[in-house]
């Protein structure tokens, strides 16, 4: 089969203009590997007038990507939109159903109607294919569910989101806190104007469910994601925690726990040692661990034009070369229903920071809170603070189950002692 | 399609009866994810009274294993055996010829016979897949015959044998010398009784070609390999190097430089931060720099029963699916020649290591070789040794050409002041 593989780009951000730089630059080779051309044929976006560093003359303009779906001369619809719904989930419901490939880089759209999409897809024998939606440039949805697709996976976890990792490896370098740096971050491209996607957690729950779902064969659960963000993570955590011997990241984790779901998007206290410590900036990295693969580890560029368009371009190659099988590595309708795992019985060690009065007894009360719910501390410190009449108090626990930390936290909750809410961060158990 | 996928394992060692065991043990999970169950027909090995503590009673046992190549009940040939030549090579080919499939583990006939077998294989329309063949449970060559395709790829390199990787960051751990370690590995089986493949680099020369040629779209070139061993790595370069900021472990390289192809498999320093610097153990690490995708990394169990079948049976997973496309990411007869590049215009940093007499004027003759082939020092090193009359000097050279190094070399050659050859290691550029 010589003939091209015939593309549509509907939308031309970043991620788009990626898309047409990299099939022109590296034209020749794909068409080697894949065995046949990828052309772009037709480019849709909002503002025609706008220069995109590109030329896209060669390309017919579409003012309504909707019309891909219908376009005779189109093989492939690329979704570069973005959104979760509007007019991404009209297009890819529309080119699905019209037995067009859709390829999406789009982490919110799969994560809440990936199975609807998946659904379509299988009806009329489209192929649907995300793989820049999670984790960049890393092939880890291919290694995932074909590389590793001999396993059963109990587990899989990592850093999903790179201007989370950047903001939290940056804080680490010099002691900022955190308004100071996600500023910065902003100013240079690294965080979205509208940060909250990011720093709130809920890009890496897209992400997490997405994973969760192809690792476990388990239905997308988005909403079950338990999700915190990093917006309280301060500059004295990162320290106490370093003293302690641990580095803070933004970790998303899944793990199938006697059958039922747990995911959980939180910020995360790492050893020193672990692989997972080490990833500095906006890079990402994805743990899975297999019954036979044991740990394996993938890490590359989580964002930016270049490496979500490789990926991009990678599921193009893949249809080019007719290599395509089903989103969730089995058909929608095998993956199973799961019920959100409880947390309580989870057992881990903790560490806890409490905002305190600078006064007499405030470390017997919290002591006697966390003994009185069988909380026992590893590791406690209280930095000198410069001035004022508050004091923070951080304690990392001896591996303890979730509900006793509850538990110690009720018999605290409204003590006129706590100046502010205590932050919990679990330690990586794994 | 829900006919199985019928397999017959040649060759029943460690891997083949880690093959037998994933592949009952995870039947129904492969079925799902495959479309169709994966089945296991026939087996031979040699011997077959062994115990392999895996039942193998329910599958056909041949006595001679060439049969597979052409029975009608056999859709796959696994094969297991091992060896570049001999019956492993002569099984291979037959079952490629007869349109069936093949499956491998075996490094040393992909190097050796890859752009062969891979002709067969695309004349008989039958696939070869070899993900086991390279870092064990890490699915690297899918994840960059497919999940970096879209990328030039003008550099590949990797920690790609694990007995070296536990010889080295065991010398490392307890200052024990390279005989003791290997001795113990030998113990625990983390080495072979005859362990040349490993130690001397070949194993991981077999690998890296195999990398090459699939990164790069070059033809297989195996012979073209710059290959040196760890054997020459002494405890006390281990400590030299550590005290300069650096580990040492065996890298296998490859590079594209001007359209000539640089492959070399030594043990190199690489800085404490360089990510492949905290791989230990057994574990394997790949690394491909893409010019969208920017540096990929993928880490993993390089070898043991489990992790190696984990790779085997992907690759029958992929043929169970019918998603399996080039070996090489093209047809082998789209592969490029390419000429070995010379090595004299490389240039970075070097550590050499010197074995003297203790006596005046060594140091100066030293320096002036080095000063005499313009080469710079960045740090010296003479640690004070027990006894005897000989000492040694470690040195660290700012960025500097290799042939300045062969020129200095060359300038001390014969002197008396050399006890034993210098020990020459270069400092990883990426």
Not at 28 to 45: N, T
Not at 117 to 128: C, Q
Not at 165 to 184: H, I, K, Q, T, W
Request: hydrophobic share 45%.
């Amino acid at each position: 089969m010589t003939e091209a593989l015939r593309v549509a780009l509907a939308g031309l951000g970043t991620v788009g203009t990626g898309v047409v730089r990299l099939i022109e630059e590296n034209r020749e080779l794909i068409a080697r590997r894949a065995g046949r051309p990828v052309e772009i044929v037709a480019v849709s976006a909002r503002d025609r007038s706008r220069d995109r560093g590109v030329d896209l003359s060669g390309y017919r303009w579409a003012d309504d990507m909707a019309a891909f779906a219908q376009a005779e001369d189109i093989d492939v619809v690329c979704e570069l939109v973005g959104g979760s719904d509007g007019p991404a989930l009209a297009l890819a419901r529309d080119a699905l159903g019209a037995g067009k490939a859709l390829v999406t880089a789009n982490k919110a759209l799969i994560a809440h109607h990936g199975l609807e999409l998946a659904d379509i897809a299988e009806r009329t024998g489209a192929p649907l294919l995300f793989e820049a939606a999670v984790a960049g440039a890393i092939p880890v949805l291919k290694g995932l569910r074909e590389g590793a697709a001999a396993n059963r996976i109990e587990r899989v976890y990592g850093i999903l989101n790179g201007t989370c990792n950047y903001v939290l490896s940056a804080m680490e370098a010099d002691g900022r806190d955190f308004d100071e740096v996600l500023s910065a971050a902003q100013a240079i491209g690294y965080a979205e104007a509208d940060p909250a996607f990011d720093i709130e957690g809920t890009d890496a729950a897209h992400k997490l469910s997405i994973l969760a779902s192809l690792c476990f064969g388990t239905r997308l659960d988005f909403a079950g994601v338990e999700t915190r963000g990093i917006t309280q993570v301060r500059a004295e955590d990162i320290a106490q925690a370093r003293a302690l011997g641990y580095v803070i990241r933004l970790i998303g984790f899944a793990e199938l726990d006697e059958g039922k779901l747990f995911q959980r998007v939180h910020p995360c206290l790492l050893p020193l040692a672990h692989p997972l410590a080490r990833i500095d900036g906006a890079t990402n990295a994805v743990v899975a661990e297999g019954n036979y693969s044991g740990r394996l580890l993938f890490q590359g560029a989580g964002a930016g034009d270049g490496p979500t368009a490789s990926a991009v371009v990678a599921d193009l190659v893949d249809l080019a070369r007719g290599q395509v099988g089903h989103s969730f590595a089995m058909p929608a309708s095998a993956l199973e229903p799961a019920e959100t795992a409880e947390t309580g019985h989870r057992s881990g060690k903790v560490y806890l920071r409490f905002e305190v009065a600078d006064k007499v007894g405030v470390l017997a009360e919290i002591a006697a809170a966390m003994r009185d719910a069988g909380v026992s501390v590893e590791s406690l410190i209280q930095p000198a603070l410069a001035g004022g009449d508050s004091a923070l108090i951080a304690i990392v626990t001896h591996e303890v189950e979730e509900r006793c930390i509850d538990q110690a936290l009720q018999k605290l909750a409204g003590s006129d002692s706590l100046q502010a809410e205590p932050m919990v961060m679990h330690i990586l158990n794994a």
